[in-house]
């Protein structure tokens, strides 16, 4: 499946890149910790995805890029989690998002076949018209009956409550935390199938307020050009119209650790280097990171990520 891969970007010109696996520098997000280590000056941090070394790259002008690499987030341990694991990202410079997902949708398929045909398997029914590109409101009403960007939060509180989603005791919750609480239990779930059968879906126009680092429409409703593959309910990867102005990273960064401070007072340095190549000018770029050991289960028909790692966590 590796050799499909490579051979799939060397058909389209992407050039494979190494970057660093341990640096002083870490992308900020709210919902991700990375693994810290202690050096004689300062802490280091085990990368969780290969982005801002190779939007460095991007910058340098390597052109479009790919990587397969390691990649490292604490405390993730599940059936389809691993604190050490796989990541397949890729840079695609002057392309938009909706091009990423059609060649999204072509290196999945061409990866699964490989991988079926190597392991004598049949390969997946997906059928030859394109895999669905459903709207994040869309996707609300479908499933729940909600006009998610005029909901109030009242609303979308009462909607959790019927479910039966679990909600902590305390405050309020802030809005994007019951979204995406709702879109965790009642919505994701049922993505990527239809009749019980597998059915690949892409969701896209996440609220602006969840755009991470994807660029967001000017227009109202307000839409991050994020997307995200699902098949029968389990995430393959997110691709973002990539954000290319360092002042809002900036911004951005700094909202994610107030996120990280509210509720634990934890904070992140950033990724200074990568703040100052995007000063110097970060093309205009989409890219997509996808979690490739979920790919080998998808091929190989399986439940757990441990059965696709030789050493899953519980066995190093």
């Given at each position: ?8 970007f ?15 520098d870490v992308?900020?997000d709210?919902?991700l910790?990375p ?8 802490d280091?941090y085990?990368?969780?995805s ?6 460095r ?18 405390g ?21 998002w ?12 061409a990866?699964?076949?490989a ?18 590109v ?23 509180l ?9 909600i902590?005791?305390?405050?309020m919750m802030?809005?994007d935390?019951?979204?995406?609480l709702?879109?965790?239990f ?8 239809r ?8 969701l896209c126009?996440?609220?602006?307020t969840?755009?991470a ?17 699902y098949i029968?309910?389990?995430e ?8 290319t102005?360092?002042?809002e ?16 007072g934890?904070?992140?340095p ?10 110097f ?14 790919l080998?289960?998808?091929a190989a028909?399986a439940?757990?990520?441990?059965e696709v790692?030789p ?6």
């Amino acid at each position: 499946m590796l050799s499909a891969v490579r051979a799939f970007f060397g058909q389209r010109g992407y050039l494979e890149v190494e970057t660093p696996c341990l640096s002083r520098d870490v992308v900020v997000d709210a919902w991700l910790e990375p693994m810290r280590l202690r050096q004689s000056d300062g802490d280091w941090y085990l990368q969780t995805s290969p982005e801002a070394f190779m939007k460095r790259l991007l910058a340098s002008g390597t052109g479009s890029i790919f990587q397969v690499s390691r990649v490292f987030r604490s405390g993730e341990f599940g059936a389809r989690h691993n604190p050490e694991f796989t990541m397949l990202e890729w840079y695609g410079v002057g392309t938009g998002w909706l091009e990423q997902v059609r060649l999204t949708e072509q290196l999945v398929r061409a990866v699964v076949q490989a991988g079926c045909a190597d392991l004598g398997r049949a390969e997946p029914e997906w059928g030859a018209a394109g895999f669905a590109v459903t709207a994040y409101a869309d996707a609300f009403a479908r499933e729940l009956g909600l006009s998610v960007f005029s909901a109030t939060d009242e609303e979308l509180l009462r909607a959790a409550r019927e479910r039966g989603v679990p909600i902590p005791d305390g405050p309020m919750m802030a809005r994007d935390e019951l979204l995406n609480l709702l879109l965790g239990f009642c919505i994701e779930p049922r993505l990527g199938q239809r009749g019980g059968a597998e059915s690949p879906e892409f969701l896209c126009d996440y609220p602006a307020t969840q755009a991470a680092l994807a660029v967001t429409t000017t227009t109202e409703p307000r839409v991050a050009r994020r997307f995200e593959l699902y098949i029968r309910g389990v995430e393959l990867c997110n691709g973002y119209e990539e954000l290319t102005d360092a002042a809002e990273l900036r911004r951005r960064d700094g909202e994610q650790n107030q996120k990280r401070a509210a509720v634990d007072g934890s904070v992140l340095p950033g990724a200074s280097h990568l703040l100052r190549a995007m000063e110097f000018g970060l093309p205009a770029c989409s890219g997509v990171a996808l979690g490739f050991d979920r790919l080998v289960m998808i091929a190989a028909g399986a439940q757990q990520i441990a059965e696709v790692l030789p050493f899953p966590a519980d066995r190093c």
